[in-house]
């Protein structure tokens, strides 16, 4: 009875969940081609700047870790819905920022409130049939992914001619017009764990203690997010020098060349006929590892950037699909819980490596970011040599 009660996933639906976690996940990104701009506007140095990128990402793992589990113990829609008001609030705080003060606890709210999307991919993979499920969440995390990079091109864009406060006035709009897409047309699931929110949390622990599947996906994205953070996080100083010189417009114009790589996330379902999982996995973190090669060899010319990052972003988003296809068939009953425990890591992993690699930038330049991005990446190699399923 209780399966016959459960909504459709209609290509609606489906169309809404899509645009609607690239578009959510775009708040947590805007920032990156616009920590130029916002360190001469305050006057403040790049390594002070950087934290706003940090403190989003860690909002975004506390949010990950707070407010996901609720869509197990709550009913989502409604969740969903009180959520978008706090973004909001939170987006027009940044546009009314008087200093640089007021913007790092603003960005660590965008990260906290802006975790929708990993509730909408648990969602539509159990409202899937379960022969589409590698192929739909592979489709939302396209949505995400591409919201990931087409936010860096829009807001170097708009912060170059209109001014970075402009970004996040027309971000708060633009989830004004989807808070109300949402609240006509989203079904409502009902809550799959009955219980306390505290026994809720100490559920989460019981799964860290006994999926070791999940405890290996975990630390292998974090890794892989991590390396990932270091390059996007520190390519606008980069571009900044010589030989470049270039603006936050072509920072954020190379989001689009990532898009290509964040694009083959949809097809990593259709892979899995030939491939086995973990070959697919090591294969991702290889070509992620051949990234940096290219950032190291080649990281003072245009071609060898845009070859990078290509590569990059195709080596990670490969990995993480396979990684959340390995997850939610471990407890379908526990799906958001599941995602926390990944996620939480995934972004603690990316706030890592935005740390250090800023900080690298500050004392070695592009090379020492380099380091940083391999470093995690090797990382993520052994974890899954060492520890995965022959």
Do not use: C
Not at 34 to 56: C, G, P, Q, R, W
Request: charged share 10%; net charge positive; aromatic share 16%.
């Amino acid at each position: 009875m209780e399966h016959e009660l459960k909504p459709k996933l209609t290509p609606v639906i489906l169309w809404i969940m899509i645009i609607g976690s690239g578009l959510v996940v775009a708040n947590n990104y805007y920032n990156q081609p616009l920590l130029s701009l916002i360190s001469k506007d305050f006057h403040v140095n790049e390594s002070e700047v950087s934290n706003i990128a940090m403190l989003t990402q860690v909002g975004y793992a506390f949010g990950l870790l707070f407010i996901i589990p609720l869509g197990d113990l709550l009913k989502r829609k409604k969740l969903i819905v009180i959520d978008f008001f706090f973004i909001i609030l939170s987006l027009l705080g940044m546009y009314f920022s008087p200093s640089v003060e007021w913007l790092f606890p603003l960005s660590f709210l965008i990260g906290f409130t802006s975790v929708i999307p990993q509730i909408f991919i648990p969602m539509a993979s159990e409202l899937s049939e379960p022969k589409k499920k590698a192929e739909t969440v592979g489709m939302v995390m396209s949505g995400l992914l591409i919201g990931i990079l087409l936010s860096r091109v829009l807001s170097g864009f708009i912060g170059e001619y209109l001014g970075w406060r402009a970004v996040y006035l027309i971000a708060a709009f633009v989830m004004f017009i989807l808070w109300i897409l949402i609240s006509i047309f989203l079904p409502e699931i009902q809550p799959n764990y009955k219980g306390s929110y505290k026994g809720l949390m100490n559920s989460i622990i019981d799964l860290v203690k006994t999926e070791k599947e999940l405890r290996l996906a975990s630390f292998r994205g974090a890794a892989g997010f991590a390396s990932f953070s270091a390059f996007w996080t520190t390519l606008v100083f980069h571009l900044e020098e010589a030989p470049f010189f270039a603006s936050s417009d072509v920072a954020g114009s190379f989001g689009l060349i990532g898009a290509v790589g964040a694009l083959s996330a949809a097809f990593v379902g259709r892979i899995n006929k030939y491939l086995s999982t973990s070959k697919i996995i090591f294969y991702s973190i290889i070509i992620m590892l051949i990234s940096w090669g290219f950032f190291f060899k080649f990281g003072f010319t245009y071609w060898g950037l845009i070859v990078g990052v290509i590569l990059i972003d195709l080596g990670l988003q490969s990995m993480h699909v396979s990684n959340q296809t390995i997850i939610f068939n471990l407890n379908a009953k526990a799906s958001n819980r599941v995602n926390t425990v990944y996620m939480t890591s995934y972004f603690i992993g990316g706030s890592l490596g935005t740390y250090f690699a800023a900080n690298a930038w500050t004392k070695y330049q592009w090379n020492g970011v380099v380091f940083v991005g391999i470093f995690f990446v090797v990382l993520s190699l052994l974890s899954h040599l060492i520890f995965s399923k022959k």
